[in-house]
Structures are given as structure tokens and as C-alpha cells.
């Protein structure tokens, strides 16, 4: 059962026919279709091998709201039995050691990529979550026939990817990039996916940058996302709507061409799976390009977790379910749910043999050596929480990116000393 996001965390307790306990437990994800579903369906199998659990799932936004939703709920003790939520510098925010289970203890823990337990650990060593989904990239889906009819080649700059939202303005009644404003967090790609792009430059950057060393407003290679959201706007290659088209609708546009490219994670091939599987092989994916051909490749993000607050009453089941989600029958059901969206960090959990092309479009970053690159929100556990208003302020022509990164890098500092970091 879907139900909008309450206040209430109880867990109804009623007798089944055979005098078993059943007991209900609430799961809060955010409300995107591909995080829904692959949540019915784990909730599903797994109440089909233990009848008595069933799930209440309750859904949020995501953002900076959804943020604030998940911190308030902590912070209240309403927060739900399990949910799901960011690996990396925002769980950090969380305070994880104080607010959420460890499970260090699951059976299945082992099997889980030790690159991935380490951005879902606390200041106390434990490991607070499982993942939820694939290892995902930053890029560019983009609209294969477009390419096709113009006979543009797949961008390894971002001269040429230029080159090619000008000829897509000049030829075609398509928007050269899809831009999802309603939905803020969407607005972050183009600065956040340059990352690999900046390591390249500047390979110190992360650590500098937590030591309180290194800023994006005095850092040239970082200050360039900034500047390409900036240069693509000023351009006029967003989509007129672009202030109040969701997430949905850019995956929408860019399946049907209405749009020739949409910056955004991989986890969307899910959506397209959802909302329009018929168009899934009319869209290829690349990396951000950045200004080097001979340097190219793919900033990564490690996927969403799954987990449990130390409020909830049923820790044992929780956990139980978390080994289940962390087992190559999970990988299985979200495999079969949304179909493959990348490489799973489960020992044992394999994608199949046939994958959709934005996917095989993916593969080779992984594959080839030092064509990835963790996204900064991974290798450092400061990301400031204004950075989505920022990025939608400059892809909007209200503030330009020299100002937006001497703007984040201030919500940066606040969010650092609240950490309690040093050098602050």
C-alpha cells in the first residue's frame, strides 16, 4: 500500500489465522518511480517468505526537502522502520553513530564492496547501511536518432558538446538540454558531474578541500561546473519550461526527442524502464566532457542505502530484511523491477548478459582503467545543503558562477564546523 508521507511510526500489531503475531512495518522512500517500485517489490518478496511482516511504504520528495524531512523525522523519533537515502557527506549530516542501526553484524555483511561500506560508515567505524540500488554515473543521456540525423558524434569536450547544442538549436525544434527545475536536486548534474574532470586537474582536491585548503571559488578546475551550467543557459539551450518541468519530464523528453540531452545520473534507466520502455533504445549515454579529448571520463556515485533508525521497535526484523536487500536474490528482484542500471556492489549479484544501450553505453567507463572517478560528496563529508537553490539560481540567468561558487563555498564552511571538522 502507497501512502504520502505521516507523522505516526507505529507498528500495527494484529493476530493472524494461525495465532502468529503480524506486524506492520513503515518504510519511507523517496518518491521517485524507480525507488517505489523496486521498494513494493522487495517489501513483496519478502512478505511472501515471512507472511507475517507486511509494509506500510510511505513516500517523500527528494532535495533539499527531502533532506529536511529525513533530518526532522531522526530528530523527533518518527522516523520510519527502514528508509532509504544518500551514501557519502549527506548521511554524514545524519549524525549515523547517534540516529541509526549498524550492521556490521548481517550475515551477508561480507559480501558488500568495501569501496561502498566505507562512504556509509560513521565516526565510529560501524557501517550504517546496505545498498539499494547500482553504482551509478553523472552524464548525458542523449537522443540517439537526434545524433543520428545530424550526424553528431558523441562529445569528448565540452567544445564539442557545444558544437552540438548549436547545431541541435539551429536544425531541429528539439531542446538542446532538458533542464527539471521543479525538482531542484535535478539541477546539480552539470556542476557535480565535472568532477572526474576536476581530479584529473587538480587529483588533491578532496583532501584539500576538507582541510579547509582548497575552495571552488579559488580553484579554477572546480569554479568550471559553475561556469558550464552557466555558458549552456546564457546560450538558450534549456527547454522553456525548464523552471517547472519535473525529473519525469525530462526523461520524457529526451526518450521522445524532444530535448537532444538530459544531464543526470544513471539511476534514471530505471525510470525509463518505468515510463517509457518502448523509446529505452532511441537514448545513448556519455560522460560530462570536459576540456581535454585525450581525458575523459565518468565521476561516480555510489547508490543509495537502505537504512533503520535506532528507534524502531523491531531491530531484528529490520536487519533481517537489510541481508535480504544485501543478497543476490535482492539484486535479483531490483534487476527484474527496473531492469540493469549498472554494477551491483554485492558480491555474487552479476548483470545479465543482454543490458539496455545507455547501460552498455556506461560499461566501458567501469571497465577501462581510471575512466571513474568518485564524486566529491564520496572522497569528503562536506556538501553544503544550498548547492541545489545555487545551481537552479544560476542555470535560471539569476546569478552568474563566480558568486554562486563564493556562495557555496559559505554554506560549505557552515555545514564543516557543524561537523566539527578541523581547520574550520
Not at 56 to 83: C, Q, V
Not at 360 to 388: H, I, N, Q, W
Amino acid at each position: 500500500m502507497i501512502t504520502r508521507m505521516t507523522t505516526s511510526t507505529a507498528i500495527a500489531l494484529v493476530l493472524t489465522a494461525n495465532g502468529a503475531m503480524a506486524q506492520e512495518l513503515t518504510f519511507l522512500v523517496d518518491a521517485s518511480a524507480d525507488s517505489v517500485a523496486v521498494a513494493e517489490a522487495l517489501t513483496k518478496a519478502y512478505s511472501e517468505k515471512h507472511p507475517e511482516i507486511t509494509f506500510d511504504i510511505e513516500t517523500r520528495p527528494g532535495g533539499g526537502e527531502g533532506d529536511n524531512i529525513i533530518k526532522t523525522r531522526l530528530a523527533t523519533g518518527e522516523m520510519a522502520d527502514l528508509f532509504n537515502y544518500n551514501s557519502g557527506s549527506l548521511l554524514q549530516a545524519l549524525r549515523p553513530h547517534r540516529t541509526l542501526l549498524p550492521v556490521d553484524d548481517l550475515p551477508n555483511f561480507g559480501l558488500i564492496n568495501e569501496a561502498y561500506a566505507s562512504t556509509v560508515q560513521g565516526s565510529d567505524g560501524k557501517t550504517y547501511g546496505v545498498p539499494f540500488e547500482t553504482a551509478q554515473g553523472g552524464g548525458i543521456y542523449y537522443h540517439k536518432p537526434t545524433y543520428e540525423r545530424l550526424g553528431l558524434e558523441v562529445p569528448l569536450t565540452w567544445e564539442q558538446f557545444m558544437a552540438n547544442n548549436a547545431k541541435i538549436a539551429a536544425e531541429t525544434d528539439a531542446a538542446p538540454i532538458a533542464q527539471t527545475y521543479r525538482d531542484t536536486w535535478t539541477s546539480q548534474l552539470l556542476v557535480l558531474a565535472d568532477f572526474y574532470n576536476v581530479l584529473q586537474q587538480k587529483p588533491d582536491f578532496a583532501d584539500l578541500y576538507t582541510q579547509n585548503e582548497a575552495k571552488f571559488a579559488d580553484t579554477p578546475e572546480a569554479q568550471r561546473g559553475f561556469e558550464k551550467l552557466q555558458e549552456a543557459y546564457d546560450a538558450g539551450y534549456f527547454n522553456k519550461d525548464f523552471g517547472a518541468a519535473t525529473y519525469n519530464d525530462g526523461v520524457a523528453m529526451v526518450a521522445k526527442g524532444e530535448a537532444a540531452h538530459y544531464p543526470m545520473l544513471t539511476f534514471a534507466v530505471g525510470v525509463f524502464q518505468q515510463n517509457v520502455p518502448d523509446l529505452m533504445e532511441d537514448v545513448g549515454f556519455f560522460a560530462q566532457p570536459g576540456d581535454d579529448p585525450d581525458v575523459n571520463g565518468l565521476t561516480l556515485w555510489m547508490p543509495a542505502s537502505l537504512y533503520a533508525p535506532k528507534t524502531t521497535e523491531y531491530p531484528k526484523i529490520v536487519k533481517d530484511f537489510q541481508n535480504f536487500v544485501a543478497s543476490t536474490q535482492g539484486c535479483d528482484i531490483i534487476t527484474a523491477t527496473i531492469g540493469a542500471t549498472g554494477p551491483y556492489l554485492i558480491d555474487g549479484c552479476k548483470l545479465p548478459d543482454e543490458v539496455p544501450g545507455m547501460v552498455a553505453d556506461m560499461l566501458p567507463y567501469f571497465e577501462g582503467e581510471g575512466r571513474t572517478a568518485p564524486a566529491l560528496e564520496f572522497l569528503s563529508p562536506v556538501k553544503g545543503p544550498a548547492l541545489e537553490q545555487l545551481t537552479v539560481e544560476v542555470g535560471s540567468g539569476i546569478r552568474d558562477a563566480v558568486s554562486a561558487a563564493e556562495l557555496y563555498d559559505a554554506d560549505v564552511a557552515k555545514q564543516a564546523k557543524q561537523l566539527g571538522l578541523p581547520n574550520w
